[in-house]
C-alpha cells in the first residue's frame, strides 16, 4: 500500500532548530538525510516544502475566486514536506514513521 | 433440517441483498436474559471470535467476515431463546455464517476455487484470535473503538449490548464500529500478531481495553445495574487467553490476576438486597479462597520470573494484600503504601493518588490523608469517590457539617446505583 507521511513542525520545533548551534544542526540535517538513505528501498516520492510564509490561499468557492496571504488553516503546527512510501501494511507505515529524527509529528495518510 | 437444534434453512436474503452486509445495529440487543441468555453469551465468547478468525483468514476481508459472523451472532440471538440453543452451537453459528458468505462468494468470479476451501475449519490455533485481538485494539482506531470492535468481534456481542453496558445509544455505537472497520480495510491495518519489538506497546493497548471492560463490569456506570456481570466474565476471559498466549508478558498475568482476586471477593460486596458493603463490612468467610490463593501464585510466578513489576501487577498485588487479610484491622496497609508509591511513580493518575491517600489514612492518620486528598481537587472535583473519601476523613476529624456537605456531593455525581444506595445511608445516619 501507498501511504503519504506528512512532517509537521511546531513553533518550538522551528524555535529548538534556530537556537542551535552550526555543528548541532549540521547534525540534525545529517540524521534526517540518513533516514531517507536508509528507507530509500520504500520512498518513491518527497519533498520538502518551502516555509509557511511563502504559502498563498484561494478560495474559490464564492461568486470570485479570493485570493489570500497564509496556510488555508493558520495554525501553529504546519505540514513543511511529506515523503510517499510504498509498504505492505499500516504496522510497517508506523515504523517507518517511527524513526523520522526530525520535525514531532507525523501524518500517515494512506493514498487510496 | 426441522429441529429446534438445525439452523435456519432458508429465509436467508438472496445474494440481491448487497446492503445487507451494513451495520444492522440492535436487531437482538434485548435477547441476552435469563439463564438461555447467560449460556449464549459463554458460547458466543467462546466461538464468535474463533468463527470471525476463521472467516477472515479465507475471504481475506475484515469488513466482510465481521458482517457475516454478527448476521450470524444476530440470527443466533433471535432463535436460540425460543427455539434451544443448538447441541452442536459452534456449527450452528458456523453454518449460518457460511450460507451468507456463500452469497457473497457467488459475486466473486474466483468463487469456485474459493468453495472448495469453505469447510467448517479445525480448532485454530489460539493465534488466529489473538491476531483478531490486536487487529481490534489497534492504537490507530480511537479508544472508545476499540473496545466496542473487540467486544463485538471478539466477544460476539451484539451493538445493542454493548450500548446498554456502556450507557451509550447505540447509534453511537454503530458508527463508531463501522467507522473502525472502514478504517481497517482503507488504512491497511494488518491482520497479525505485532512483531516481537512492538509486542509490549501494543500489548498495552490490548490490555487497556480489558482493563476498561473489567472496570465497567466491576462498577457499572449504568443505571440500570450495579454491576455488569457478562463484561467481567469477558474480560476474565480475553485476559485469560491472551495470559495463555503470551506467557513471557509478566503484566498479562498480573491483570488476570487483578481481575480473579476481585471476582473472588464478588460474593461479599452486595447484600441480599443489592447493596454494596465496604470492604471493612464484608463477609471474608464468602470470599472464595481457592481462587484467591491461585491468582497470587498466578501473580507471584509472574513477578519472580520476569521481575518486570507494571501498573496492573501493583494493582494485583493491592488486590492480594486485601485479599489475604484474615480481617479488616488486620490489614497490611504498609505494604499496600509501599506499593501505592510504587504505582505512583510508575503510572501516574490523580485517581492512583486518592487511592494511595486511604492507605495513607490507615499508616500515618486522617489529617495526613485529607492533607493529601485536597490537593486533587483541581483534578477530582467531578469525581464521585473524591468527595465520599473527604466526607470520610472529615467525619474521623469530627467536622460533621463539612462531611455530609461532601457526602451529599458526592451522591449527585455518581450514576451507581449501589454507590447511590450506600451514600444516601450514610447520610441518614450522619
Partial sequence: MKYVLMFIETEQFAQQLE?????????????????????????????????????????????????????FMEGKEVVSGFAEIEVADLDQALKVARSWPACPIVEIRPVS | MTGPADPPADGLPDGSADGEL??????????LDGDSGRVLAR?????????????????????AAEDLVQDAVETALRRWP????????????????????????RRESNYRAKLAQLHWPEPQAADDRLRLIFTCCHPALAPQARIALTLRVVCGLSTGQIAAAFVVPETTVARRI?????????????????????????????LAVIYLLFNEGYLSSSPERAQARDLVDDAEWLAALLAGLAPAEPEVAGLLALIRLHRARGPARFDAEGRLVL?????????????????????TRAARAHRRPGPYQLQAAIAACHAEAVSFEQTDWAQILVLYDML??????????????????????????????????????????????????LRELGQAERARACDERALKLTTNPAQQALLVERLAWS
Avoid: C
Wanted: proline content about 5%; cysteine-free.
Fill in chain 1, 19 to 71: 537556537a542551535m548551534g552550526e555543528l548541532e544542526q549540521a547534525q540534525a540535517y545529517e540524521a534526517v538525510g540518513r533516514w531517507f538513505a536508509d528507507n530509500a528501498e520504500v520512498i518513491t516520492h518527497h519533498t520538502h516544502l518551502a516555509p509557511v510564509h511563502t504559502a498563498t490561499t484561494m478560495r474559490l468557492d464564492g461568486a470570485e475566486p479570493v485570493v489570500t496571504d497564509g496556510p
Fill in chain 2, 22 to 31: 451494513g451495520e444492522q445495529p440492535g436487531r437482538a440487543g434485548a435477547a
Fill in chain 2, 43 to 63: 458460547v458466543l465468547r467462546e466461538h464468535a471470535g474463533r468463527l470471525a478468525a476463521s472467516l477472515i483468514s479465507l475471504l481475506g476481508d475484515f469488513s
Fill in chain 2, 82 to 105: 425460543v427455539e434451544g440453543i443448538p447441541e452442536r452451537p459452534q456449527a450452528w453459528l458456523y453454518t449460518v455464517a457460511r450460507r451468507r458468505g456463500l452469497d457473497v462468494l
Fill in chain 2, 178 to 206: 463501522t467507522r473502525a472497520k472502514k478504517k481497517i480495510g482503507q488504512a491497511g491495518i494488518p491482520y497479525r500478531v505485532p512483531a516481537a519489538e512492538e509486542l509490549p506497546e501494543r500489548l498495552r493497548s490490548v
Fill in chain 2, 279 to 299: 470492604l471493612a463490612d464484608q463477609d471474608r468467610s464468602r470470599w472464595d479462597r481457592h481462587a484467591i490463593e491461585q491468582a497470587v501464585a498466578l501473580l
Fill in chain 2, 344 to 393: 505512583a511513580h510508575l503510572a501516574p493518575s490523580p485517581v492512583t493518588r486518592l487511592h494511595r491517600a486511604i492507605a495513607l489514612r490507615h499508616v500515618h492518620g486522617a489529617a495526613a490523608a485529607l492533607a493529601e486528598v485536597d490537593e486533587l481537587e483541581r483534578d477530582l472535583a467531578g469525581y464521585a469517590l473524591w468527595h465520599a473519601t473527604r466526607a470520610e476523613l
